[in-house]
């Protein structure tokens, strides 16, 4: 008998558990950057979490697109991944000095695997020329061999969010000189 009320008791506490993550399972099914936000003029590392692969296959590539006011974008080396970057042409920009008309405009891995069970962080570095209070988009495409999911759908507040919302992160106040960012 003890064991058996254990045993209900456990099936419950099971039950609501599964609950949860299936009511939390949207809002964990998107791609994201979880940093959330970065200093105007800053220097930072962001992270985009491919959070499962698509309907069942694993991913194998990921390329994002980096908006206007952001340069000196560097990828992420993942071992066994390709990695390669595409230059556009941009407002002219100050860096180290030189005035520069090009920047990173797409990054790319390519060529490795991603089980469709498992989430990774694909990280950019790169110097954010934006005004304190933007809130910008990085329209991220997952393919997984034939298939292909574009997280490329603009979040608009007040509405619905879309299925396959882009990435987005907040702009905030420049760093104070001597705070370490």
Known sequence: MFHSLRARRGAAVLSASLLTLVVA?????????????????STAVIHFRIPHGCDGASTDTV????PDGIVGAQ???IPGWTVETEMVESEPYERFGE????????????????PDFAFYDFAVRATFLLDEG???????????GEA?????EPVVEGQEEPEHPTPTLMVIAAAEEGDGH
């Open 148 to 152: 292909e999911v574009a997280w490329i």
């Open 99 to 114: 005035t520069l008309t090009e920047r990173v405009g797409v990054v790319r891995w390519s060529g490795g695997e991603l």
């Open 25 to 41: 399972a949207p809002a964990l099914g998107h791609v994201s950057i979880p940093e959330g936000d970065v200093h105007a003029g």
């Open 134 to 144: 933007t809130v910008v988009g990085f329209p991220v495409v997952q393919r997984c």
């Open 63 to 66: 390329e994002i697109q980096l």
């Open 75 to 77: 990828p992420e080396y």
